[in-house]
Structures are given as structure tokens and as C-alpha cells.
């Protein structure tokens, strides 16, 4: 099934006020942790948290923004509910980049948010962390807001507030809660997961996007986020059609990259400039649409959650609205009695990947030290990217195995976003090696995460790519113009220092090898953080094999 339902999990314990009621909620929908950053407003929660510390615990971060992006990374690693707790004015905004990332990626991030004295709320009056019209902040940010208004709907809401973050356009979701309501008693008992019936699947869009497929002499899938809870259902489609599937940023790991069918962004260019149909499964289908042209001999069929996204840019053929999965299967149920059998095609496939690796081959620095990661991080490892000239080839050409084990930012590519979703990413997969890449701009944005991860004793090793600048900025500046290099330089602390300072592991890599060895002592450390330092100059662009041009009128 494409959607994890939130599982029935620990028993939940009569609830007694507002708090207590939602920390049950959580309990009951097999939320573990949550991320915070505490403040009087909030009190009442926290000790309803230590009166739950059997069935949740509480990773305390060091700013916001740190306690927002764990719980982005855990619910990227997982697509389970996960959530954070700050206080209002202030703590909100510091969340905002986490929360615009989550909304931006489809994530399952419940933010649970304090307020001011619920009577003076919207009085202006100049209270502790008052901000003008804080619903209405957050109501931009995310689909599903709302205020705990009574004790009485404390547990409703915020089973209300999960399910909203599985229906429809996916994505995070914010209750607000008043200082002085968080303790009021008179609350029902803790709430589990709301019945979600799965949408039924329209049987006409169905034949016809079977109809459209089994024709087609060349057929295209391409993946997005939406797709990967139906890597199964994909591989088996693209069997079945012999269509290469495009897999970029958030698509990649739908496909195995070691399928010969499974090709990276420059192929999937050549590709879509001959396709005759289109799948997009879970995606905006972004680069295509904006970038590579589209026109009326091309059929697009659309499977996405989202139901207003297939009419945004460019009306498909056929739009199928739901959960991915389910609907590929009722697909491939359809598909035997019109396909036509085409010929293999992995042997082109392999050729063609072949000539554009090539072309890669200019991109050796970046790939050398990603092949180096690749070789050290087991198949179910994950790697988190980030705005960097590592991330920017990883995206390309990073061989992802598994779905849910390449993180990439989606279309917000907020530098500094990484380091601290990555933290998240492996509190929630405890079992799983994570690793984290960044550059020295982009590492010291949630670098004091550092002290997060020791205190919570997170296994996480972050290798930091350390070019002494806002690299992708200085090369623009040195290409386009003139080498008028301007706020692109950066005065580093010396990250060993720094990293040993908080009392985690740290290692100097100087070239490939040297960080393959540091990784195999890094990932074998499970107790706490890593951080591998990794000097190196200007890096190739990479540009040219992520904006091309149009291939279609
Ligand atoms: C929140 C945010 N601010 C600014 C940018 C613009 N930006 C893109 S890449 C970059 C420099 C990244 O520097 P670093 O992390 O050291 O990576 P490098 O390019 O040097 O590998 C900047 C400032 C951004 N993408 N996101
Ligand atoms: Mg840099």
C-alpha cells in the first residue's frame, strides 16, 4: 500500500487535561518521539511528555529550526507521523524554513505549536512571544491548521490533524494551543487513527491510461516523492512495458538504479524528447513541463495524491487521483489484454546510460568521493544531500537501491536543511547507517545540532565538503561574472576542533580512499556523532546536465 496508515500502537492511558490528551493521541498513532525546544508556554505539554516517558520520548534540540528538520527527516526516513513541539512568535518562525520544506515534500510533520493566553489571542497586547495573527502565518504554510479551542476536542483534533497529513495533497500539518489551555482539565481519552478509506479508483481512467500505454512504441515513466511507496509496483510496470523509468532528486531509489531500465536526468531528457506517453507517478513532472517542452504527440498520464496537480501546467490525457500503489496495481491488472510486446530494451538502455556516464566523467571529483560513499554505505543505508556540489551530482548519478534511502530536498533546495534532517533521519532509523553530506556554507546552518546529537547519543556521520566558500555561488560569480567574487567566501572554524569540542568522533579525509576509511570507523560507531572533514577546491559544474534545453515544440 502506497499511504502507511498510522498503525493502532501502545495502549492509551486515560487523559486528564489538554496535554495529556494529545500526548496520548500521539502514543496511539505510533508517534515514538518528539522533536522540541521548550518554554513556558509549552510547560504543561512537557510535563504531560514526562508523565508519558515509557511510551515517547523528547530529543530536546538546540534551536528550532533543529527540532523542525529531525522531524522532516524522521518522517521522510519513515512516512510515518512524526511531530515537534516549540513555543509561539519566535519558535514558529524559526521552524518556518523545516515547515516549508515539509509542505514542499509531501512530509507527514505534525507541528504542535503554543500560544498566548487564550483570551487575549488576536488583542495585540505585547505578550511574551506574541505575533500578529499566528494562525494565519501558519495557515499559509501548511493545508491543515488549527487551534485546541476546549480540553473536550484536544484528542479529536489531533487524530484529525494525522489523517489530514495522508489525504489528499500530503503534507504536513499545525495545532496551535494556548498557554493556559494545555493544562485545562476535562479531556476525553486519547484518540486513535481516524478510519481512511482508500479512494475508489476511477475504472474508466484506468482502461484508458492501459489503453494509451499498452499502444505506446515508446513509453516513458517518471517517479517523483509520490512514488516511492510503490517501487514495487513501478519495477513491475516497467517490466512490463520494457519504459525506462526517470528517477531525479525525491524520484530517485523507485527504480533500483542497477535496473538497465532505470535512467538518470540527462537520459530521461533524450527520452522524453521521444516518448509517445508519459506516466508520471507522484510528480509535477517539473523539469519537463518547465524546462524540456511539451506538445500534442505526447500523452501524459498523471497518478498523483494531489488531486488539483494534474491541471496546474499542462492538462493530461488521463489524470488518475490516489495513492500510487493501488492504483499501478488496478494498472497493471489492466494493461495484459492491450499491451503489445515490445522487444527488450535494456541492452540500448545500458548503452545509452553508458555514453552520458561519459560525459560524467568530467564530474570526477564529485564522483570519486561518492563512489567512495557508496562503496562503505550498505544497500539499506541512507544518504541525505544537501545544496552542495556533492548533492547536486548525487542527484544525477549516486546509485540509490532502495526507495526511501536518497533524501534530496525537493524544489525549496534550502541550504542548511541537511545536517539536522539527517539527525532526525537516523534517530528514526536507529538500525540504518546514515550519512550526511554538506558543505562548510550549508553544515554550519544546524551545526550546533552537534550537541543534539551527543546529547542523544545519534550515530549520524555528516561528511562535510569543505571548499572555503559558498562554492556554487563563487563559480558563478567567477563564470558569468567576471570573477567578481562578492559574499561568497567563508572564514571556517577547524571542524575537528569544533566537532571534538562537542564531544563527537572527527576525522580529516583528504581524498576518497582516506574517506572510504573513515567512513568504515565512522559507521561502526554507534554511539554517537561523526564528522568527517573533507578539503577540496573549486568543483566542475554540473550545471549542464541539469538545465537542457527544450526537446519538444
Ligand atoms: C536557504 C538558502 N539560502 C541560500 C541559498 C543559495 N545557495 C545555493 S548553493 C549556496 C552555497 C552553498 O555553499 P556550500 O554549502 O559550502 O556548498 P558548495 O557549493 O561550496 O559545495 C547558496 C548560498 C539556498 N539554496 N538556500
Ligand atoms: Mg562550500
Not at 80 to 85: D, I, M
Not at 259 to 267: A, K
Request: net charge neutral.
Amino acid at each position: 500500500m502506497n499511504t502507511p496508515r498510522p498503525a493502532q500502537n501502545t495502549a492509551p492511558h486515560a487523559a486528564q487535561n489538554t496535554a495529556e490528551a494529545i500526548v496520548g493521541t500521539l502514543i496511539a498513532h505510533g508517534v515514538k518521539a518528539l522533536y522540541a525546544l521548550p518554554g513556558v508556554h509549552n510547560d504543561h505539554l512537557f510535563d504531560a511528555l514526562f508523565k508519558a516517558s515509557d511510551h515517547i520520548g523528547v530529543i530536546h534540540a538546540r534551536h528550532e529550526q533543529g527540532a523542525a528538520y529531525m522531524a522532516l527527516g524522521a518522517a521522510l526516513a519513515t512516512n510515518r507521523p512524526s511531530a515537534y513541539a516549540v513555543v509561539p512568535g519566535p519558535g514558529l518562525l524559526n521552524t518556518g524554513a523545516a515547515l516549508l520544506t515539509a509542505y514542499s515534500m509531501n512530509a507527514p510533520v505534525l507541528g504542535l505549536i503554543g500560544q498566548i493566553p487564550d483570551a487575549d489571542i488576536g488583542r495585540n497586547i505585547g505578550h511574551l512571544h506574541e505575533i500578529r495573527d499566528q494562525a494565519g502565518i501558519i495557515a499559509r504554510l501548511v493545508d491543515f491548521s488549527t487551534r485546541v479551542k476546549t480540553p473536550a476536542e484536544a484528542a479529536s483534533l489531533t487524530a484529525e490533524a494525522i489523517a489530514s497529513m495522508y489525504a489528499g495533497r500530503r503534507g504536513p500539518a499545525v495545532l496551535e494551543c494556548a498557554i493556559d489551555m494545555w493544562g485545562r482539565p476535562g479531556a476525553g481519552p486519547a484518540q486513535g487513527p481516524l478510519p481512511s478509506p482508500e479512494p475508489a479508483i476511477d475504472e474508466d481512467a484506468v482502461a484508458a491510461a492501459a489503453k494509451l500505454l499498452g499502444a505506446a512504441k515508446s513509453p516513458l515513466i517518471v517517479c517523483g516523492g509520490g512514488a516511492q511507496d510503490a517501487s514495487a509496483e513501478v519495477t513491475a510496470l516497467s517490466a512490463m512495458l520494457q519504459a525506462p523509468v526517470l528517477g531525479y532528486r525525491r524520484g530517485r531509489g523507485v527504480l533500483d538504479s542497477r535496473d538497465p531500465l532505470s535512467v538518470t536526468l540527462p537520459l530521461g531528457h533524450d527520452l522524453w524528447g521521444e516518448a509517445d506517453v508519459v506516466l508520471g507517478v507522484g510528480t509535477r513532472l517539473y523539469y519537463p513541463f518547465q524546462q524540456w517542452g511539451v506538445d500534442d504527440d505526447l500523452a501524459v498520464i498523471r497518478i498523483t495524491s494531489d488531486p488539483e496537480e494534474p491541471a496546474r501546467v499542462h492538462p493530461p490525457a488521463v489524470a488518475l487521483i490516489g495513492d500510487e500503489a493501488p492504483i499501478l496495481r488496478r494498472l497493471i491488472d489492466a494493461l495484459p489484454g492491450h499491451s503489445a510486446k515490445r522487444p527488450p530494451r535494456a541492452g540500448e538502455m545500458r548503452e545509452r546510460q553508458a555514453r552520458w556516464n561519459t560525459r560524467f566523467e568530467k564530474l570526477a571529483p564529485q564522483l570519486s568521493y561518492l563512489e567512495a560513499i557508496r562503496a562503505e554505505l550498505p544497500e539499506d543505508g541512507i544518504l541525505v544531500d544537501e545544496v552542495t556540489q556533492m548533492g547536486f551530482v548525487a542527484r544525477l548519478a549516486y546509485p540509490v537501491y532502495r526507495p526511501r534511502t536518497f533524501l534530496s530536498p525537493g524544489y525549496q533546495d534550502n541550504l542548511g536543511w541537511g545536517f539536522a534532517t539527517a539527525l532526525g533521519v537516523q534517530h528514526a532509523r536507529p538500525g540504518a547507517p546514515v550519512v550526511a553530506i554538506s558543505g562548510d556554507g550549508g553544515f554550519m546552518f544546524t551545526a550546533n545540532e552537534l550537541a543534539t546529537a551527543v546529547r542523544h547519543r545519534i550515530p549520524l556521520v555528516a561528511v562535510v565538503f569543505n571548499d572555503g566558500a559558498f562554492g556554487n555561488v563563487r563559480r558563478i560569480q567567477a563564470e558569468r561574472y567576471g570573477n567578481r567574487l562578492i559574499a561568497s567566501d567563508l572564514a571556517n572554524p577547524d571542524f575537528l576542533k569544533f566537532a571534538e569540542s562537542f564531544g563527537a568522533a572527527a576525522e580529516r579525509a583528504k581524498d576518497p580512499a582516506s574517506l572510504r576509511a573513515a567512513l568504515k570507523r565512522g559507521l561502526a560507531r554507534r554511539d554517537g556523532p561523526t564528522v568527517i572533514e573533507v578539503p577540496v577546491g573549486p568543483m566542475p559544474s554540473p550545471w549542464e546536465f541539469i538545465h537542457m534545453p527544450k526537446v519538444r515544440a
